[in-house]
């Protein structure tokens, strides 16, 4: 590392990619893609627009997107920020509370990204743990801080908050911004955004990645408060005035267009899901409640990094963490069905 860089960088910790398989042949359930692919419209829509003007910058306003966002969602153009999947926007949110005066506070057992923004940005925050079911819970944040985030469902864990949970952490923290990260909402949680009229200190965060299956294009987006988007904007513009490049806001409207796609595939992802949990707990998983398009067990005998070896060299790539307490957990994402028998056959073979 370069000396001329600040101290801040030197010692940054870059994030180390996962493993990059070739899909041929490949069960790969280690980053919770969408098995699926995105809506044919979209393909459609991105392929037009390739044919269309990319000679020409692309709308710096988003106005096309966040129609299509605001529409879908019952809010207005002006409470809506996008930016290049939802880690950009994260990104964002996190500068905003750039030398905040009391600390940001997050689960001990969540996003990854979270600290390392932090540690990027140098933003003071404190770790609050888990309860023993691995829950996030209002009453364990009751302290003075300068924002609150959290993914619902929660990951890795999967474990959802019903809305009237979430709408605690907004009554008992007025003061403070309280960031609801709903990356996995769509698979059978309850969004927060209906509670943005409410309450001025709530940010919903979304992605295009998951239920939209559209990762590789990098879309996301926050729905808050007009003066919390404005701040974003201020945020964004003094970086970067293009959000969006011309494909992703055209694939990007046209996936709120495909609603029937839409629904036809979460509800597939949700019903493997729940023929993957019956199954994972008949070969002695423990598994925990997931409301996301993956799950986290627990064998009851077998160590979970030779299981995910294991796995692996049966072409089954699932997620292992190190971090202490969770080192026993593999979260594995919800293929297709033809992906979840063959990692069910893989497991029997091993145990
Ligand atoms: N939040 C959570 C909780 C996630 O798991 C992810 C995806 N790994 C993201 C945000 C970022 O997703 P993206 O940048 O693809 O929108």
Not at 182 to 194: H, L, R, T
Not at 262 to 272: D, E, P
Not at 322 to 329: L, N
């Amino acid at each position: 590392m370069s000396r001329f860089w600040s101290p801040v960088v030197q010692g940054l910790t870059p994030y180390v990619p996962g493993e990059q398989p070739k899909l041929q042949n490949l069960v790969k359930l280690n980053t919770n893609e969408n098995p699926y692919g995105p809506s044919p419209a979209v393909l459609a829509a991105v392929h037009e627009a390739v044919g269309d003007s990319l000679r020409l910058y692309p709308d710096p306003n988003a106005d096309v997107l966040k129609d299509a966002l605001a529409a879908y969602h019952g809010v207005a153009r002006n409470e809506i920020f996008v930016g290049n999947g939802s880690d950009e926007v994260l990104a964002f949110v996190f500068q905003a509370l750039l030398q905040h005066e009391a600390p940001l506070l997050f689960a001990d057992i969540t996003y990854s990204f979270y600290p390392v923004y932090c540690g990027l940005y140098g933003i003071d925050f404190v770790k609050v743990p888990l309860t023993a079911a691995m829950e996030i819970r209002p009453e364990d944040y009751r302290q003075p801080c300068g924002g609150i985030i959290f993914p619902n469902p929660n990951a890795p864990t999967g474990i959802g908050m019903p809305a009237a949970v979430v709408e605690q952490f907004l009554v008992e923290h007025p003061d403070a911004v309280v960031v609801v990260d709903e990356a996995y909402i769509d698979f059978g949680g309850e969004s927060v955004i209906p509670l943005v009229k409410r309450h001025p200190n709530l940010l919903v965060v979304q992605t295009l990645s998951k239920s939209r299956s559209l990762a590789g294009l990098r879309v996301g987006f926050a729905v808050g408060h007009p003066d919390l988007i404005e701040a974003l904007d201020r945020v964004k513009n003094s970086f970067n005035s293009y959000p969006l490049d011309r494909l992703a806001l055209a694939g990007a409207v046209a996936a709120y267009q495909d609603e029937e796609y839409f629904q036809q595939t979460r509800g597939a992802i949700i019903a493997s899901r729940e023929t993957l949990v019956a199954q994972l707990r008949d070969l002695g998983f423990e598994v925990l409640p997931s409301q996301a398009n993956f799950v986290f067990v627990r064998h009851v005998r077998e160590d979970a990094l030779q299981l995910a070896q294991s796995l692996r060299e049966r072409s089954v790539i699932v997620r292992h963490f190190k971090q202490p307490r969770i080192d026993q957990y593999l979260r594995i994402t919800v293929g297709t069905e033809a992906e979840c028998a063959a990692l069910v056959a893989a497991l029997r073979e091993i145990l």
